[in-house]
């Protein structure tokens, strides 16, 4: 394995992008839950997530992860021959309805494997009060204009 320091063409290491702020409201919990089939009530009843130490309904985890994709931030027109491979996430703070949320990612390293070549950033969420809600990460392939 062999790593870069430089990064990549319009993205150095160290690069952040933070992308827009979206307020979370009953239309993303619900059809995030019919999209997969998360129907669990901790999502979409209130009544239900009033008994809960969170008090109104929480933000599917998977939900959360998806807003960190890179392909919606502001870099994404330099992303030519990315192909997303691997991502983890932690759970850090409860995102509940009406929290409005706001990604981030950082070039953290390129590498190469032979002839194939990654790229890893970190990502994160932020919540209104600036606190972050998830941190993880996420793994590209980045093809070569011969190889795509």
């Not at 933000?59 to 997303?84: C, I, N, Q, W």
């Not at 932690?90 to 929290?99: I, N, P, S």
């Not at 070549?117 to 392939?141: I, K, M, P, S």
Request: glycine share 10%.
């Amino acid at each position: 394995m062999q790593t870069s320091d430089s990064g990549l063409p319009g993205l150095p290491i160290g690069t952040t992008v933070r992308g827009p702020s979206k307020t979370l409201t009953d239309a993303h919990f619900l059809l995030f839950s019919g999209l997969t089939g998360d129907t669990h009530p901790i999502h979409y009843d209130v009544e239900y997530a009033k008994r809960t130490r969170f008090g109104k309904p929480l933000t599917h985890g998977l939900l959360l992860a998806s807003l960190t994709a890179l392909g919606a931030s502001p870099v994404s027109d330099k992303l030519e021959g990315f192909v997303f491979v691997e991502q983890g996430s932690r759970f850090l703070k409860a995102v509940t309805l009406g929290d409005t949320v706001r990604p981030q990612q950082t070039l953290e390293r390129v590498w190469t494997e032979g002839h194939r070549r990654f790229a890893r950033f970190a990502t994160a969420l932020f919540n209104q009060r600036d606190e972050v809600v998830l941190e993880g990460f996420h793994v590209y392939r980045v093809l070569d204009q011969k190889t795509k």
